[in-house]
């Protein structure tokens, strides 16, 4: 009975570590390309991020290292983020962190590959005094 018990075990962690490892494909070497909005404004604006490599890190937390748009020119940084996993969809969690030079943020974002293989994005982003929604797809560059 234990040997049984034991192999579903091992079964599940082999499924997590596939699905750990998808994610980390679809995301390096990929650019996010979407839209946001800011909560209470009518407009919806175009987004885009660069993402370099993913690499995951003890505890559930991942480095991201992306390049992240600013008015004042694009900057590349390491953000670390908290990956849980709904079922076999990964949630990107970010609380109050700060970015060098662009102040504190929190996001929660998550992603899914369809049936053709294209990924998709959506969630919602926090920083300094306002907020709002991001979606888009995961594009190769």
């Keep these: ?26 995301l390096t070497g990929a650019r996010l ?32 290292n992306a390049e992240i748009p600013r008015k004042s020119g694009p900057v590349t940084l390491p953000v670390p983020v ?5 079922g076999d969809t990964p949630v990107m969690q970010l609380t109050d962190a700060t970015l060098p030079g662009m102040g504190t943020f929190t996001a929660r974002i998550l992603f899914y590959k369809d049936k053709t293989g294209k990924g998709h994005y959506a969630g919602f982003w926090w920083g300094g005094d306002h907020g709002g929604e991001m979606f888009g797809v995961v594009e190769r560059h």
């Excluded at 234990?2 to 490892?21: F, M, N, S, T």
């Excluded at 908290?82 to 709904?86: D, G, I, K």
């Design 1 to 26: 009975m234990a040997l049984v018990l034991c192999a579903g075990c091992a079964k599940k962690e082999d499924v997590q570590a596939k699905r750990e490892e998808e994610f980390r494909q679809l």
């Design 33 to 64: 390309a979407g839209r946001f909005s800011i909560t209470g404004r009518p407009e919806v604006r175009e987004d885009s991020y660069k993402i370099s490599s993913v690499t995951k890190l003890a505890g559930g937390i991942w480095t991201i």
């Design 82 to 86: 908290r990956v849980e996993w709904a």
